[in-house]
């Protein structure tokens, strides 16, 4: 079947830690976007790529960065992970921005 | 700002009802609408899309827009206790590209 998969489910790093969480796609939708979402809150766009271009969200903090080496795969970036960090990180990717398709996503936890 | 608005809930009905989620939104050039059901401690799944105005009908599910009015909803039919979850309302921003505003979602509750 065709998914977005998500690693790791579950993700346990220190404060200031650097941590990459990763997201593939087998449906080959050439936008994915990375979400954010905090308990009882809606879910947060931190960034999407359609196709290679790049395209970062104004209040999307600098310790977050995002890499697409191609069509399948897409990683988050944490780079110094502070406790406000601590969420669950939603990958999700459409055809040309239509409906979107969300994976499993990777709980944070920041000790 | 581009908003979103849904009843928190806790929205209860019992079982073999109609529950009715509603959502508000606030950018009329919205085109596209959505529906996604959120399990406790999972991801969102989509269910419903819905691009014009009238009603979209998709098994239990009835997705009904109005643009003029601003305002999309959801019915589900028959409810039954694995329907218990929370419903987010998704809008496309317009001069956003392809990215979509949520609401903070409904919870339902179906009661035995």
């Known amino acids: 079947d065709a998914m977005v998969i998500q690693n790791p489910r579950y993700q346990v790093t220190q404060f200031g830690k650097p941590v990459t969480l990763s997201c593939s796609q087998t449906?080959?939708?050439?936008?994915m976007y990375w979400y954010q979402q905090k308990s009882s809150q809606a879910p947060k766009l931190l960034f999407h790529?359609?196709?290679?271009?790049?395209?970062n969200e104004a209040d999307t903090p600098d310790n977050f960065q995002s890499r697409r080496p191609n069509t399948s795969f897409c990683f988050l970036d944490i780079r110094s992970p502070g406790l406000g960090d601590a969420a669950m990180y939603l990958c999700a990717t459409s055809r040309d921005g239509y409906e979107q398709y969300f994976g499993p996503g990777t709980r944070l936890t920041v000790t | 700002q581009k908003e979103v608005e849904q009843n928190s809930g806790p929205l209860s009905v019992p079982e073999g009802a109609i529950a009715s989620l509603n959502c508000t939104y606030s950018?009329?050039?919205?085109?596209?609408f959505f529906w996604y059901r959120q399990y406790s401690g999972k991801s969102p799944e989509l269910i419903m899309s819905i691009y014009s105005n009238g009603d979209k009908e998709d098994g239990r599910f009835t997705a009904q827009l109005n643009k003029a009015s601003q305002y999309v909803s959801l019915l589900i039919r028959d409810s039954q206790p694995s329907d218990s979850a929370t419903y987010l309302c998704a809008v496309t921003s317009t001069g956003g590209g392809n990215k979509l505003t949520f609401g903070t979602g409904t919870q339902l509750k179906v009661e035995l």
């Open positions: 790529y359609y196709d290679k271009d790049f395209n």
């Open positions: 449906l080959n939708h050439n936008v």
């Open positions: 950018d009329r050039g919205s085109q596209s």
